[in-house]
């Protein structure tokens, strides 16, 4: 069964770093283009980066642009996103997806989710 499993949220002031962890189990990741995106309270899920599976196409929100970095290594079965410079608006729940088909950074693209991890960003 193929399962996503975030990990690496928390609490954290502005100005901090966080890096969210995904674990791929049932599946392999190398064929999959992975995305993160996030979902704030009464907000639409958005997307914050995405990777294709040869990491020769990486996409970041403008939101995100020159903070956060998307990573995957796939002898661990796990893509990261590391998340610096943190901002209270980028408080929200973070999902990472996976899609083999590919596509672009938008949820309605992705098949497979995990369950969420909360980041929130306060002093």
Known sequence: QLQLVESG????QPGGSLRLSCAASGFTLDYYTIGWFRQAPG????????VDRT???IYYANSVQGRFSISRDNAKNTVYLQMNDL????????YCAA????????ARYFSSWGQGTQVTVSS
């Open 9 to 12: 949220g928390g609490l954290v």
């Open 43 to 50: 907000k639409e899920r958005e997307g914050v980066s995405c």
């Open 55 to 57: 990491e020769s196409s």
């Open 87 to 94: 901002k209270p608006e980028d408080t929200a729940v973070y």
């Open 99 to 106: 899609e083999r088909l590919g596509g672009p950074c938008l």
